[in-house]
C-alpha cells in the first residue's frame, strides 16, 4: 500500500481508539459523521470509512467486530469477530487470493493511477486539446477503478450479509436490529 493509504488507515483506526468505548454499538453512519465533526478529512469518503470498518472486522488483528449490519463496537475478544463471514469455511480448491486481498490491490492502483496523471498535468508544453483530452481519460479511469473498489466492497458486505446466515441465530438478529 502507499504510504498516504497507510497513513490515512493509521488515522481512521487512531480515530476510532479514541472515540468508540467498549460494550457500545456503534452505526457506522453516525461513527463516521463523529468522524467528520471532530476535523476528519472529508478527502476520506462514507464509502472508503466504511470499507475500513469492515476491514477492521475482517482482519485477526482488528479491533472491532460486526454486532448487525453496519453496527459495529470495540472487539475486547480477539477471537470474537461477531457477524463475520468465515473465509476458514471454504473448500482447498478455493484461490488463496481474497477479496479483502482484491480491495487492497485496487485501492492502491487507484492511488497509483492518480499519482500518474497527477505527474502527467504537471508537465509543460501539451496543447490545450490534449490537456482536456487527458483529463476526460482520468475522469473516467478513476470513475471505472471508483466502481471496482465499491463493487468490491459491496461483494464482501453481500458474503458477510448471507454467507453466514446459517450460523446466525434469527432471534440475535431481530434483538440487535433494533439497536
Known sequence: MTQKTESKWQTLRRFLEG????DTTYRAGAIYEAYLNEGGSAEISRKDFEMFLRDQVM??????KRTSHGIYEIRTDQSDRGVFFTRGSQSTEQPSIDLAEILDDSVELTAKIRS??????KLDGIPFPAQ???SRLKASLLHSMDSAV???????????DNMDMDTQDETETINMGGM
Not at 500518474?116 to 498535468?121: A, E, K, P, Q, Y
Not at 465499491?150 to 458477510?160: L, P, R
Request: charged share 25%; net charge negative.
Open 132 to 134: 482536456m483530452e487527458l
Open 116 to 121: 500518474v496523471f497527477d505527474s502527467l498535468n
Open 150 to 160: 465499491t463493487g468490491i466492497t459491496a461483494t464482501m458486505s453481500w458474503c458477510e
Open 59 to 64: 482482519k485477526d488483528d482488528g479491533m472491532l
Open 19 to 22: 472515540y468508540m468505548q467498549e
